[in-house]
């Protein structure tokens, strides 16, 4: 086992431990990097990518800055070079082989060691590994790495084919996406930049191998009752010469184990063992139970030696996925553990533009942000990258479910035996790696190009014959409904996959009975929110309105002076042609007119919020016609005016503290229409529970002008209309309802339902009293104010993190306790509040 690479001027030395074939040596050290062309080698962080190492070395400004996106297009257009130097020391280790494994390369690149060709890569997505051991020497060894732009690199492949493909996202000449197997969101999106990078975005290592090796595991579940399950593990065993082993696999938690003695023949063998459970502990989905893991060691011995070892870590559980035809039209909704469960939660996109940016840190707020907002599903999208490890890791630890995207996006494909077959090794690449994780729900083969095809006219945009049309659709159909079911078939047998999201197409009313839809006539339809109760499917896979980050994130990537929305720079942070008209008549519609920038961005996220709000209890009110509800977007890749909940800094926009409302176990919602209230509980849980129900009518200075308690037996997994009355019969107009609902003596969801327009409202001016204390590191702020307050937005500066709640309504002389856990490097400073009022008086 190599434990330790020390650095001795820019060069790596390694040392030896024992039990060679068990550890990985990185090789992040040393790495020195150029344009190609240049004498001038720069240090080079590695993982990494060229706009990274030109950034740090103070060669570019920042990337997110201002409109400095236009001024680095150069960047893609060059080839790059990188080498480094590393020692084996006399004392390395005599192994039967060792692999050089590259986790991830950007894109297309040759890799020489010490003057030998040893990879050839040309696909981001997957891992290249070559057996190197001849190649290397005691003492200086050299990696030396060329990469060729992607944009000229592709610029051939597609002057040989003739085509121009429909990728209208991307920003290239000539639609140059589609021909590399990269992150389609380097060439730009409508919520992200184009970067279009090169480098070792992933680690890099040296494998000792001796004899043999475990080179996957595959592990399946056969549940033969509700309290016995039989796992198999499927094993792929190489060995280097012929040998007598004995393969172990057991774990901690459970008492039996499984051994296995035989010859492994030269090559690669497969080798199927199982192990029976009895009275297993479940994997649930986060609200519904514990994620509880099982972990498991597959060993490999030679006469009592360790050869090598495996660790898989599984959830025990069945999951799901039912898409038939039923009495309303088509299904499509999610079993776990026998129960269907309403899906909340969100389509994700890769977290930075610069992916070697994104750290386990970052990662680990990531997945307690989805948490604390009571998500129980990420969508995977398929215009961005397949995650690291450790993301699937957290989504298994979180109990968070996946829908898996392939990555293919908004566009056709070509069809070319290359292409295809790079696609094959991607994939299956891919589906190895992710197949044993709990958190894995299902495969999806793109995103929205069955919706393209039918609606987005590409034959006459693009030009296209008849001829070339129909072969152009010929190679779509064979990807997607032949190359890649058959795959998971083989690899991943009891997955679901589907060709195409959506199934249904919201152009079209009635396919909201059918599978799952992008519901998108809220913003590229310019409808208004009022239609999300009408246009409510099966399972809303995608929907969204836009908003920009508040003043605190804008003041990092826009100067002063630019702070308006109008700005060059501010609209290269706007990359719908469209957004910022939608966003402004929209604020418009619901608001009075913000009086400056500052109003205008809280503004923006309160449409976003209180729109999507209306989606989310559309949807859970709808609970079982419709079982899922995933917005566009969680996240950003840089710092934007976007679809997303949480901003690129990591700040919760309003949008996020409703989904953590409106996402909870129980909630309690409230519809007007003509007078009449309507009141619903929804509760995900799986037992009847005993619940009060309490309604509050109030006026606008804060009277109780009527209140109402009932006493509930709220049913299993259900939407209950529970009370509709006529408003017009309360003794005076109302403003609002205040309604709360409690299980076991505990409040577990509020929620307001207001009869007017808040724009139409003549606010009361707020004032604001506050108590703040810390205690044990976390800051708690107890606020109460003596006139009603409008999405009071708190705000300390000096920290980065979010509050437990933000963006709320205060109710005359209601107390509201609010809190933050702070964070290494917070420093109090100065608290301030925003609301409605504030967007349109003068602060005093």
């Not at 992933?202 to 000792?208: A, E, G, I, W």
């Not at 693009?462 to 049309?469: A, E, L």
């Amino acid at each position: 086992m190599l434990e330790r690479i020390n650095q001795v001027n820019g060069e790596i030395a390694l040392s030896k431990s024992q039990n060679v074939s068990v550890n990985k040596v990185l090789l992040h050290e040393g790495w020195h990097f150029r344009q190609e062309g240049s004498e001038e080698w720069l240090e080079a962080q590695v993982p990494g990518c060229n706009f990274i190492d030109l950034l740090s070395n103070r060669k570019i400004n920042d990337p997110f800055f201002g409109d400095n996106e236009a001024h680095l297009q150069w960047i893609e257009e060059k080839n790059w070079e990188y080498k480094c130097v590393f020692k084996l020391e006399e004392d390395f280790p005599d192994s039967t082989e060792i692999e050089l494994v590259f986790e991830g390369l950007d894109t297309y690149s040759e890799v020489f060691l010490n003057g030998h060709k040893v990879v050839e890569s040309n696909n981001m997505f997957i891992e290249y590994r070559t057996l190197c051991k001849e190649h290397l020497r005691r003492g200086d060894n050299e990696l030396f790495i060329k990469f060729r732009s992607p944009i000229l690199e592709t610029q051939g492949l597609q002057k040989r084919l003739g085509t121009v493909y429909p990728a209208e996202n991307d920003k290239s000449d000539h639609k140059l996406s589609v021909f590399t197997r990269k992150a389609p969101y380097h060439y730009g999106w409508d919520w992200g930049p184009k970067f279009v990078t090169s480098g070792i975005w992933k680690s890099v290592y040296l494998q000792p191998v001796n004899k043999a090796k475990i080179s996957n595991v595959h592990i399946t579940q056969a549940w033969q009752s509700d309290t016995q399950v039989k796992l198999s593990f499927e094993l792929e065993i190489f060995a280097f010469e012929q040998i007598n082993g004995e393969l172990f696999i057991d774990s901690d938690q459970v008492s039996k184990k499984v051994s296995l003695e035989r010859t492994f023949e030269a090559g690669m063998n497969r080798v199927s063992l199982s192990l029976t459970l009895s009275n297993p502990e479940r994997w649930w989905p986060n609200g519904l139970g514990k994620a509880y893991l099982y972990n498991f060691a597959i060993r490999l011995m030679i006469d009592n030696s360790l050869i090598s070892k495996a660790h898989q870590r599984i959830g025990l559980r069945t999951i799901e996925v039912i898409n038939e035809p039923d009495n309303y039209g088509e299904s499509f909704y999610i079993k776990v553990n026998g129960h269907p469960v309403f899906m909340k939660g969100a389509n994700y996109i890769p977290s930075d533009s610069f992916l070697p940016n994104v750290s386990k840190r970052k990662y680990d707020q990531l997945f307690d942000d989805i948490k604390q907002s009571n998500m129980n599903m990420i969508r995977v999208w398929g215009g961005g990258i397949y995650e690291d490890d450790y993301f699937y890791e957290l989504a298994d630890e979180y109990g968070i479910l996946i829908w898996q995207d392939f990555m293919f996006a908004c566009t056709l494909y070509p069809g070319t035996d290359e292409f295809i077959d790079n696609v094959k090794n991607e994939a299956t690449n891919t589906i190895k790696r992710l197949r044993n994780h709990a958190c894995l729900a299902l495969w999806c083969g793109n995103n929205e190009i069955e919706m393209g095809i039918e609606f987005w006219e590409w034959k006459d945009k693009f030009g296209y014959s008849d001829k070339q049309y129909e072969g152009l659709k010929a190679d779509y159909q064979f990807l997607f409904h032949t190359v890649l079911p058959q795959l998971v078939t083989t690899l991943d047998t009891n997955r679901f996959y589907f060709s195409s999201s959506p199934i249904g197409f919201w152009e079209i009313a009635s396919d909201d009975r059918k599978g799952d839809n992008h519901y998108w006539g809220v913003w590229h339809g310019e409808e208004d929110f009022d239609s999300y109760k009408k246009r409510v499917p099966r399972f809303m896979s995608e929907y969204g309105f836009q908003s920009f980050p508040l003043q605190q994130s804008v003041n990092k990537f826009i100067a002063k002076e630019d702070q308006r929305i109008d700005s060059a720079a501010m609209k290269m942070h706007q990359k719908h042609p469209r957004g910022n008209r939608i966003i402004n008549e929209t604020i418009l519609k619901y608001y009075k007119a913000p009086q400056n920038f500052e109003s205008f961005l809280y503004l923006s996220q309160l449409v976003q919020a209180e729109g999507l709000k209306i989606a989310f209890e559309a949807h859970r009110n709808a609970k079982p016609f419709c079982m899922g509800s995933l917005y566009w977007q969680l996240n950003d890749c840089w710092p934007v005016a976007s679809w997303s909940g949480m901003d690129y800094y990591g700040k919760w926009k309003a949008l996020h503290y409703q989904v953590k409302r409106s996402f909870s176990t129980f909630l309690v919602t409230g519809e007007m229409e003509n007078e009449r209230a309507s009141f619903f509980v929804i509760s995900d849980s799986l037992t009847e529970q005993a619940a009060l129900l309490k309604l509050v009518w109030k006026g606008i200075n804060g009277q109780t002008i009527s209140e109402k308690q009932l006493e509930l037996n709220i049913a299993p997994n259900v939407s209950e209309l529970t009370l509709n009355e006529d408003v017009g019969t309360l003794s005076s107009e109302p403003f609002c309802c205040v309604m709360t609902l409690e299980v076991g003596g505990e409040q577990v969801s509020r929620n307001i339902l207001y009869t007017k327009k808040i724009g139409d409202v003549e606010l009361p001016k707020p004032d604001i009293s506050c108590k703040l204390w810390e205690t044990d590191g976390v800051v708690s702020l107890k606020l109460m104010s003596s006139t009603f307050v409008k999405n009071l937005y708190v705000e300390i500066d000096g920290i980065e993190g979010n509050f437990s709640d933000n963006f709320f309504d205060l109710i005359p002389y209601e107390n509201t306790t609010i809190q933050y856990k702070l964070r290494k490097g917070d420093k109090l400073g100065e608290l301030s509040f925003l609301s409605v009022y504030d967007t349109y008086n003068k602060c005093q």
